[in-house]
């Protein structure tokens, strides 16, 4: 089962991915335009270029979970933009995103510790 804990590290790739794309096509993505390793626990959210579909992947330890969000009707609300190839989402941002809600909009307090 894939747990959102306040601990958790999510990044947010913001260029849209080609969904043909599977685990590995994916886990190349992560090691290519994020310098990052898709083996070290991080969950990396994926959104299709129309904005209908996220991809979320994470390694547990003994294998990756791929998951898939395809909205029923409509677009995402919100994704972020800004410069570089990806950027860090708290866990209940991530949340209230599957949701399809606006993060910079939900009134949340702020993290009481930073993650590391």
Known sequence: MLQL???????????????????????????????????DG?????????????????YDGQGFW?????LSAGRLQWWPRADGASVRLAARELQVLLWNGCPERAAMADDWRQVA
């Open 5 to 39: 804990a306040p601990q958790s590290r999510i990044w947010l790739a913001l260029a849209p991915v080609d969904f043909r794309k599977g685990i590995d096509g994916l886990a190349g993505v992560c090691r290519g335009r994020f310098a990052q390793n898709p083996l």
């Open 66 to 70: 791929l998951c898939t969000k395809r």
């Open 42 to 58: 991080a969950i990396y959210v994926f959104r299709n270029r129309a904005g209908t579909t996220l991809k979320l992947l994470c």
